[in-house]
């Protein structure tokens, strides 16, 4: 099983800049996705960044040209920067790890999540 923990989130006024962390452990695969989702109160959670084991990113329209996402694969470690923060990314971010399983004869996917941290910009 996998665990991650995240860290990094805090209260920033517009325009300033955070950057997450997330740290997996446990039974790490060599083919996995990870990234970073985000949910504020009373709306859906919705995929902020995220990136293969390979490298290769996807980010959120709301996101593009402001956010970074990496990792370090040694370390087992994914990144979010943040720039040009604005009001309306305030909510709770959560680290992400995907990863295929076969159950029942069929390759599905597998999805552990992080307990989240606030992220609050001001304006």
């Known amino acids: 099983q996998v665990q991650l923990v995240e860290s990094g989130g805090g209260l920033v006024q517009a325009g300033g800049s955070l950057r997450l962390s997330c740290t997996a452990s446990?039974?790490?695969?060599?083919?996995?996705?990870m990234g970073w989702y985000r949910q504020a109160p009373g709306k859906q959670r919705d995929v902020v960044a995220v990136?293969?084991?390979?490298?290769?990113?996807n980010y959120g329209d709301s996101v593009k040209g402001r956010f970074t996402i990496s990792r370090d694969n040694a370390k087992n470690r994914v990144y979010l920067q943040m720039n040009n923060l604005k009001p309306e990314d305030t909510a709770v971010y959560y680290c992400?790890?995907?990863?295929?399983?076969?159950?029942?004869?069929?390759?599905?996917?597998?999805?552990?999540w992080g307990q989240g941290t606030q992220v609050t910009v001001s304006s």
């Open positions: 992400n790890h995907k990863q295929w399983v076969v159950r029942g004869g069929a390759t599905a996917t597998y999805d552990v």
């Open positions: 446990g039974s790490i695969s060599s083919d996995n996705v």
């Open positions: 990136i293969s084991s390979g490298g290769s990113t």
